[in-house]
């Protein structure tokens, strides 16, 4: 499937419907690929990704979840997104390595969508649980869990009338006059 970076932001959708699928060496590299081309402060790249695919680790990964989180449990892979402040600028008070690793992320998502897979990253998960599965040292901060998957078209039961809901509609966006702003930001 090939599509344009505008298609794929017009696709890319937070569901929570998955239904297995096979994830072999090459899905893993070439998501990994993407990601490591995102752009990062000085090309500091201060970005960590373990890609979790085995079937025990899965379920091992299962208790590091919040409650709401309970639809992740389909998950076919599943992406840590970790780092270290010292790998990437601070400068005065702006630490970029969250924002490096959001865009790694992003670019991430939109090569998922692409090949048409759904990929959710969530933040209801427990980073120290996480570091303790999966091996990353304490000095690491776990930024976000990508939950990926194949889109299944019958609602998880598990989901909650909320998340039902945002699986049968896009949730509303904000329009652009609350966020886009044209050379100053407007008095109020």
């Given amino acids: 499937m090939t599509m344009n970076v505008r298609e794929a932001i017009d696709r890319r959708r937070a569901f929570r419907s998955l239904q297995p699928m ?5 899905i893993v590299s ?11 402060c000085f090309n500091n790249q201060p970005w960590r990704f373990v890609f979790i695919d085995d079937a025990e680790q899965i379920a091992r990964m299962k208790d590091v979840l919040t409650e709401g989180n309970k639809w992740a449990h389909r998950a076919s892979l599943i992406v840590a997104v970790f780092s270290r402040e010292e790998d990437d600028c601070v400068i005065h008070t702006r630490k970029y390595h969250q924002f490096d690793c959001g865009l790694a992320s992003g670019f991430l998502i939109l090569r998922a969508v692409e ?4 990929a959710h990253p969530i933040a209801g998960f427990s980073p120290k649980k996480t ?4 091996g990353i040292p304490d000095d690491y901060e776990v930024i976000t869990l990508i939950i990926i998957g194949a889109k299944d078209e019958e609602l998880n039961p598990v989901l909650n009338d909320k998340q039902i809901a945002s699986e049968k509609k896009r949730p509303p966006r904000l329009p652009l006059p609350e966020f886009a702003y044209r050379n100053r930001y407007p008095a109020s």
């Fill in 30 to 40: 070439d998501l990994a690929r993407c990601a490591g081309l995102a752009p990062s």
């Fill in 22 to 26: 096979t994830v072999d060496d090459d």
């Fill in 115 to 118: 090949l048409g897979l759904v």
């Fill in 131 to 134: 570091r303790a599965v999966l």
